[in-house]
Structures are given as C-alpha cells and as structure tokens.
C-alpha cells in the first residue's frame, strides 16, 4: 500500500513546512550514503539544522561516513517500540546543527516494515523540530524505498557513469513515478490500468505514462486530470557521482531529457562530483571528506550543488 500525504503529513507539519530531502539510488556501491552524508554536513554548514536518517534498513553505514561509532540506540528501537519517540533515537554529531539517526543495521527484518510502521516512521520524521531531515535511502526500488523517495520535498536520485547505474536510475524514477499515480489514482478502475501499464506483457499494450495517460483520458478525464498534475509535480533531481571524463558531465542532462521524453517528468539535474582521492583517502581514516579535504575538488562541488538545491536551481545546458 502506497503512502498517502494526508496520513503522513500531520497538520502541525503542513504549517511549519519543515523539509524533508531524500537521497534514492537505483544500485548498491555508487556512493550515496556518502553524498547523504556531505550534503548534510553542508547544510549545517549553512546555518540549517539538520537530522540525517539513515534508512537503509538492514544495511545501515551512514555513522560510519560521519565518522563515528554505531550508537547505542538506533531505528530500530524506535521501529521495535524499544522507545516511543524517534527523538530518543538522534544522535549528536561532531558538527554544530548536524545530527543523526542511524540505521537499523541490526535488525534484518527491518527492510520489510509494514505499512503503519512506515506511517509512523514518517510522520515522526516530518514532526522533527529542524528546519531539513535528510534521508539516506537504501538502493533498489522496493515499496518502502519509494513510498520515503516520493513523500520528499527534494528527491536526489545518484548515479555513477556505468551503464547499470544509469539504467537503475532511469528504471527507479519510472517505478516511482507509477507508484506515485497508483496512490493517487481516484478508481479502482484507473489503479487496474497503471498496474496494467507495469506489466511489459499487459495485452492492453500500455508501455509509457504517456500511453497510460492517454487511455485514461478516453474513459475518465477528470481521473487524468488528477494524474497529470501527480506527474507535474513529480521533479527528482539527478547527482552524477565519480565524474571521470568530461564527457560523464552529459549523463545527468541525457536523464533529464530521457525522463522528458519517455515518462513525461520534469527531473533536473543538481550537480556533479568528481572522483577524488581525497574522498577515499577520508573514508579510510574514518572522516568525511568535507572536513578533512575541504579544498579538495570533491568538497567544492557538494558546496556548489547544496546551494543550487536549497536556491531550488538546476544544471543549465550550458553547464
């Protein structure tokens, strides 16, 4: 069961209008709990008061990347009702404005919560008292990943310049875009039809949203109506993680006008991060590489695309 915004999003939460920023990868290994990590650093940086959240349930590392020590407490307890509160759950860090909730590391079964577990994950998480929660995602496309990519103000969705990450990232902005329109869809009707438009041997032959749309629009408008401003608002914003070689720079436009032209969605590309030395050099003394090579190339560039996310600007094609 999709999550809906009105059973996430309490009425205090709807008023304060504190952001939630996420952080989504198609596969393992392309350095998103990292790029997690440095985008809060930054923003604490900025003067916002920052939580991380680790929600890379059963595989959590993101106090690693900050350098620190699991904690004692973590996700878990809160998910297991060890404590009432996710407030009992965050972690100090070493940064000013910058804290943590780690992951569930310890509890495997913790990628599965069920649906008023992830409810309740959420509307603790939106009733935090900071002004960004930040939250690393695990990779993959399963529900719980989505349900957290699309309940986002700011959805960051990583990649590497391999042809599998590329083809995971176009694959999970599809998967969630379908995931957005049957929660949304106002008939039973309508949620056959997307469920239809999933399935590549559907004799229907719907085989893009726009398709979907189309059919739709034939039978029910006002249902299409509904779904084509789910769309609308639907903007992930795409990273470019270990640039190599000039021509990697491209990637995240060629997703941008791929997302465009075959899934109808108005994605932008955030920025970009060179492979550095100075990020592994980091990693291996248990640091972040913004601390500990804040002139480096790396760490000037996640200076660059923090402030272009919290302006709410984008790569231009001239970049």
Request: aromatic share 6%.
């Amino acid at each position: 069961m999709a999550l809906s915004v009105s059973e996430v999003l309490p009425v205090d939460a709807r008023l304060t209008r504190r952001q939630i920023w996420s952080v989504g990868g198609g596969k393992g290994g392309i350095g998103k709990s990292l790029l997690a990590a440095s985008v809060g650093w930054q923003l604490a940086r900025m003067g916002r008061r920052v939580v991380l959240v680790d929600a890379d349930l059963g595989g959590a590392n993101l106090h690693t990347c900050l350098g620190l020590a699991m904690p004692q407490r973590t996700l878990a307890d809160f998910i297991q009702r060890r404590v009432s509160s996710i407030d009992d759950v965050v972690t100090e860090t070493t940064v000013p404005g910058l804290r943590l909730v780690s992951g569930a590391g310890d509890l495997l079964s913790a990628a599965n919560i069920k649906h008023l577990q992830k409810v309740r994950v959420m509307n603790q998480v939106r009733a935090l008292d900071v002004d960004v929660v930040l939250i690393d995602l695990g990779a993959g496309t399963s529900y719980n990943i989505l349900d957290f990519f699309l309940l986002s103000d700011v959805s960051i969705l990583a990649v590497v310049p391999e042809p599998t990450s590329i083809e995971n990232g176009y694959r999970f902005i599809k998967s969630a875009l379908y995931r957005r329109m049957r929660a949304a869809a106002p008939t039973a009707t309508v949620r056959r039809l997307v469920d239809a438009a999933l399935d590549p041997k559907s004799p229907l032959g719907i085989r893009t949203p726009v398709d979907l749309l189309s059919r739709i629009e034939a039978d029910e408008p006002e249902s299409a109506q509904a779904l084509r401003r789910e769309v609308a608002a639907f903007q992930p914003r795409f990273v470019v993680n270990e640039i190599r070689d000039v021509a990697d720079v491209a990637i995240g436009h060629q997703m941008v006008a791929a997302c465009a032209r075959h899934l109808g969605v108005r994605a932008s590309y955030a920025g970009f991060v060179h492979h550095d030395d100075a990020v592994w050099l980091a990693v291996r003394r248990r640091r972040l590489f913004m601390a500990d090579a804040p002139t480096s190339q790396a760490a000037e560039e996640i200076r660059q695309l923090t402030r272009g996310l919290v302006k709410g600007e984008s790569l231009g094609s001239g970049y």
